[in-house]
């Protein structure tokens, strides 16, 4: 199976800063149709989890601007370039291009 | 309104069983593969099961072959997860989203106790 690591696991953040999240696979996350199926979620306290990042840089709609995915191959980064006080959350990243699907251990994100 | 709707969890002793069902709607559902993902009490989201449009392809967990089987009715645009064999470990949320997570139900709580 494909592990997926996060880093850091907690991240604490001042309001109007900018947040950075890790997410590495331990193996190439490029399929074979040239997509790399590479996704961020976010869960805010109490609620189900919604899609923010699809295929490592793809915003869904009405996803603010603030937040944008990168990477390629085993190395991801979801950043937040003004962190607001309704971004606290855990964030997850999710391979969908081997099976298993698998999901990284969150990293828990909240203002210090 | 696009809308997954969950339903069927609840209480269920080890080695019984519990039939989830999701309702989708405001979408065509028979031409999106749907998922079931779950989350252990305190937990991360664990991917477990996943059905291509027809229903020809079917992908799950290894934790849960042999004891949860994934299925959809294309005319009422509903996905189930019959889950038989029922574990403590199986507790938790049971999510129903579209393909990768595009659109995720407000889930359904499996308890699995004696």
């Known amino acids: 199976d494909v592990v997926m690591t996060q880093s850091p696991l907690s991240l604490p953040v001042t309001l109007g800063q900018p947040a950075s999240i890790s997410c590495r696979s331990s193996?190439?996350?490029?399929?074979?149709?040239?997509?790399?199926?590479l996704n961020w979620f976010q869960q805010r306290p109490g609620q189900s989890p919604r899609r923010l990042i699809y295929?490592?840089?793809n915003r869904e709609s009405g996803v603010p601007d603030r937040f944008s995915g990168s990477g390629s191959g085993t190395d991801f980064t979801l950043k937040i370039s003004r962190v607001e006080a309704e971004d606290v959350g855990v964030y997850y990243c999710m391979q969908g291009t081997h099976w298993p699907w698998t999901f990284g251990q969150g990293t828990n994100v909240d203002i210090k | 309104e696009v809308q997954l709707v969950e339903s069927g969890g609840g209480l269920a002793q080890p080695g019984g069983s519990l039939r989830l069902s999701c309702a989708a709607s405001g979408f065509t559902f028979s031409k999106t593969w749907m998922t079931w993902i779950r989350q252990a009490p305190g937990k991360g989201l664990e991917w477990v099961a996943t059905l291509s449009q027809d229903g020809s392809n079917e992908y799950l967990v290894d934790s849960v072959k042999g004891r949860f089987t994934i299925t959809r009715d294309n005319a009422k645009s509903s996905l189930y997860l019959q889950m038989d064999s029922l574990r403590v470990d199986d507790t938790a949320v049971y999510y129903c989203?579209?393909?990768?997570?595009?659109?995720w139900g407000q889930g359904t709580q499996v308890i699995v106790s004696s």
């Open positions: 295929k490592v840089s």
């Open positions: 193996q190439s996350l490029l399929h074979g149709d040239g997509n790399t199926f």
């Open positions: 989203a579209g393909g990768q997570g595009a659109l």
